[in-house]
Structure formats: C-alpha cells, structure tokens
C-alpha cells in the first residue's frame, strides 16, 4: 500500500478537520483581541476529538486500555503546558482576550493531526497493531487537548497599563 493509497482512502471528514485546524492555528499566528468564548473554540474542540475517540477506543478496545492512553496524554500535555513556554494570552476587560502571535498552537494542531492520522493509517496496514496505534494516537490528542485547557488556565488579567498599550 502506498502513501497515495492511504490519503485516497481517507474519509471526507478528515480533510475537513485538516483545513478547520489549519484555519484555526493560521489565525493564531498573529496578536489578536478576541471575545473569550472564540479565545476557547480550540480546547473545547480538542476535548470534544479527545473524548470521542477515547469512547469509540474504548468500545473496541475495552475501557482500561482508553483510559491509560488518554490519562498518559493528559499528564504529558498538562506537563508541557506548565514548563514549556507557550503563546500566553492577556484577560482584558470586557469579556476579551489578547493572545499573542505565535507558530506553537499551528505546530501543535498539525502535529497531533499527522500523528493521529498516521497512526489510523498503521492500525489499517497492521490489524495485529491496531490498539497500540490507536493508544498513540489517543494519547497524542489528549496531550494537545491538555495542554492548550492548561494554557487557558494561566491567562493573565492585564493590569490597566497593559490594556492601554
């Protein structure tokens, strides 16, 4: 099987989540004022993905197995979220937010993507290997998800001097 094969044999739906996460990561690359609701959009998309691909895991793989990947993701996302630099964002008044521009949030949806597609791919080409690709790329997704609900929860209020710069 060839890598054209594969792309081909992808569902419809995937190409769309490819282009929305593309869309999302791209508007994130330059300083920005937005209402807090679309500030959250990404994590609540990412924990929307997250739990549902831990549900249909779980399904097939039984519940420990899910649980596992998506717990060992989270710890690995909320991790890097508190020790590794990330884009920060400014609480302003009025129910907005100042994120910063920044490459992190595009390379970190576009990574979790091409890892969970990649490992869709390996669990299709490899039956025998289906739940340790499938665990990967759970555990991918969860770590993204953790990381960016963890940078939402170190916004910081903007004092009245930064709000007016």
């Known amino acids: 099987m060839h890598a054209g094969d594969i792309a081909r044999g992808a569902p ?14 791209v508007r994130r690359l330059r300083t920005r004022e937005v209402p807090v609701v679309v500030a959250l959009i990404p994590s609540a998309a990412f924990l929307i993905w997250s739990l549902t ?17 998506w717990l060992t993701g989270v710890a690995v996302g909320a991790t890097s979220g508190v020790t590794l630099p990330d884009a920060r964002a400014q609480r302003l008044p009025g129910g907005r937010v100042r994120q910063f521009g920044s490459a992190v949030p595009l390379t970190l949806y576009l990574g979790v993507f091409v890892i969970r597609f990649a490992c869709g791919a390996w669990a299709g080409i490899v039956p025998d290997q289906a ?35």
């Open 12 to 25: 419809t739906w995937v190409y769309i989540l490819l282009a929305a996460l593309i869309v999302l990561g």
């Open 53 to 69: 691909g831990v549900a249909a895991f779980a399904e097939r793989a039984g519940f420990g197995l899910a649980a596992i990947a």
């Open 131 to 165: 739940n340790l690709a499938t665990a990967i790329g759970i555990a991918a997704g969860a770590a993204v998800m953790a990381r960016l609900i963890v940078s939402v929860l170190r916004w910081k209020s903007s004092s009245p001097d930064m709000a007016a710069a």
